[in-house]
């Protein structure tokens, strides 16, 4: 058999293909494996995908997916590796590498599943709170317990949860990126859904920003004329404060100077949001 070149010792050497089904990593008809149902991730980026595939047609699969054993023999679930599966059936691979749990049940192939997206490429807001709901409702776990497996504060995973309770137009918005997560925090501050609504479409005509939301929400005036801070303001700088308030799972504000210093506030609003940033942050 001809050795395996361009990789150092080659892929055999990363992802071993002699191991024994739950002892390692074993190779895979993709035709046995079927999606997972509980999957967290409702959408793939095409593009992203087609990258991948690309990829995987030069250098191959080198972290392996991850599956379970149904109880049709010879057939197999998938609890991680979605897109690895669908990029590896469009470049017409036969088999796929996996590491092989022999029992898993329907709540650990979803907390395993919403584990690996997050942890390698981030679900959308709705898809993380869907995800979170369906392990407090179908099989009643806590947020204290979700936010110990996932690795988030509670308060992270109940703000995330309080997502749901926004009126379906404003989470069309959401996911289509048209208003951000900023925007939909602040919008749950209106119990009414035709308030909410009102909302939404005065954010999307007069394109306001998130402070200037919480100024309508708080019943206090705001300006329509953005601050030259907003304004000059970089994309890479308004991702990264969106991204600290996703981990952190509060209201976050980063202001920056010309001279490149600056200040990065974290809100929070009772006690126990305190205690829980303070040790988030610590344990950090």
Same mark, same amino acid.
């Given at each position: 058999?001809a050795?395996k070149?361009?990789?150092?010792?080659g892929l055999?050497?990363l992802?071993?293909?002699? !191991?024994? +089904? &739950?002892?390692?990593?074993?190779?895979? /008809?993709?035709?046995?494996i079927?999606?997972n149902?509980?999957q967290p991730?409702?959408t793939v980026d095409?593009?992203?995908?087609?990258?991948l595939a690309?990829?995987?047609?030069?250098?191959g @699969?080198l972290? #392996?997916i991850? @599956?379970?054993r149904t109880?049709n023999t010879g057939?197999?679930?998938?609890?991680?590796?979605?897109?690895r599966?669908?990029a590896?059936?469009?470049?017409e691979?036969?088999t $796929?590498?996996? %590491?092989i749990?022999?029992? !898993?049940?329907?709540s650990?192939?979803?907390?395993? /599943?919403?584990?690996?997206?997050?942890?390698?490429?981030?679900?959308?807001?709705l898809?993380?709170?869907?995800a979170?709901s369906?392990?407090v409702?179908?099989f009643?776990m806590?947020?204290?317990e @979700?936010?110990k497996?996932v &690795?988030?504060?509670?308060t992270?995973?109940s703000?995330?949860i309080?997502?749901?309770?926004l009126?379906? *137009? +404003?989470?069309?918005?959401?996911s289509?990126k048209q208003? *951000? =997560?900023?925007h939909a925090?602040?919008?749950?501050?209106?119990?009414n859904p035709e308030d909410?609504?009102?909302?939404?479409?005065? %954010?999307l *005509?007069?394109n306001?920003n998130?402070r200037? !939301?919480?100024a309508i929400?708080q019943g206090?005036s705001y *300006?329509?004329?953005? #601050?030259?801070l907003?304004?000059?303001?970089?994309i890479? =700088?308004?991702d990264?404060?969106?991204?600290?308030r996703?981990?952190?799972?509060?209201k @976050?504000?980063?202001?920056?100077?010309?001279? &490149?210093?600056?200040r990065l506030? $974290?809100?929070?609003y009772?006690?126990?949001?305190?205690?829980n940033? !303070?040790?988030?942050l610590?344990d950090?």
């Amino acid at each position: 058999m001809a050795i395996k070149r361009g990789l150092g010792r080659g892929l055999d050497a990363l992802i071993p293909t002699n !191991t024994h +089904v &739950g002892q390692g990593v074993s190779q895979i /008809a993709i035709t046995s494996i079927q999606l997972n149902p509980r999957q967290p991730r409702t959408t793939v980026d095409t593009e992203e995908l087609a990258e991948l595939a690309e990829s995987i047609r030069k250098h191959g @699969i080198l972290q #392996p997916i991850v @599956i379970a054993r149904t109880e049709n023999t010879g057939e197999y679930r998938l609890i991680a590796g979605q897109r690895r599966l669908q990029a590896a059936a469009i470049v017409e691979m036969h088999t $796929i590498p996996a %590491i092989i749990r022999d029992t !898993t049940t329907e709540s650990e192939m979803l907390e395993l /599943a919403l584990i690996e997206n997050i942890q390698r490429s981030n679900l959308n807001p709705l898809e993380t709170a869907r995800a979170y709901s369906s392990l407090v409702e179908d099989f009643g776990m806590s947020h204290e317990e @979700i936010s110990k497996q996932v &690795g988030k504060s509670r308060t992270t995973i109940s703000n995330s949860i309080r997502l749901l309770r926004l009126t379906e *137009s +404003v989470q069309i918005a959401l996911s289509n990126k048209q208003i *951000s =997560e900023g925007h939909a925090r602040a919008i749950l501050g209106i119990s009414n859904p035709e308030d909410q609504e009102h909302l939404l479409g005065k %954010i999307l *005509s007069e394109n306001l920003n998130v402070r200037q !939301t919480e100024a309508i929400v708080q019943g206090t005036s705001y *300006s329509t004329e953005t #601050p030259n801070l907003v304004s000059e303001r970089s994309i890479e =700088e308004i991702d990264l404060e969106n991204r600290l308030r996703n981990s952190v799972g509060t209201k @976050i504000k980063l202001h920056r100077n010309r001279n &490149g210093s600056g200040r990065l506030v $974290i809100y929070f609003y009772s006690d126990e949001e305190l205690e829980n940033l !303070t040790n988030q942050l610590i344990d950090t």
